[in-house]
């Protein structure tokens, strides 16, 4: 059983920076992808970011040039730098990953950026 925990989320004025964790609870053998979604209220659940097995990694398009992802597996950790931030930023972030076929999800963290 894995279970996925991200932190780091909070209320950022637009222009500024948030670094999200997601920390892995449980082997992280097999995991072919982990990834970034967020969901804004009313919206579906939406890409962010991906990373690979291999460290390719895939970006939304709006947000290609602001945010980062990136893996430690040693600390069996995500991360994702989020770098001049907008107000349509805002949305709850949720960590994935899939392993052996099976999709695992975070409870989400709560990204807010406004003045």
């Known amino acids: 059983q894995v279970q996925l925990v991200e932190s780091g989320g909070g209320l950022v004025q637009p222009g500024g920076s948030l670094r999200l964790s997601c920390s892995v609870f449980?082997?992280?053998?097999?995991?072919?992808?982990m990834g970034w979604y967020r969901q804004a209220p009313g919206n579906q659940r939406k890409m962010v970011a991906l990373v690979t097995s291999t460290d390719d990694t895939i970006y939304a398009d709006s947000v290609k040039g602001r945010f980062t992802i990136s893996r430690d597996n040693a600390k069996k950790t995500m991360y994702l730098q989020m770098n001049s931030l907008k107000p349509e930023d805002t949305s709850i972030y949720y960590c994935?990953?899939?392993?052996?076929?099976?999709?695992?999800w975070g409870k989400g963290t709560l990204v807010t950026v406004s003045p």
């Open positions: 994935n990953i899939l392993r052996l076929g099976i999709d695992y």
């Open positions: 449980g082997s992280i053998l097999g995991i072919n992808v």
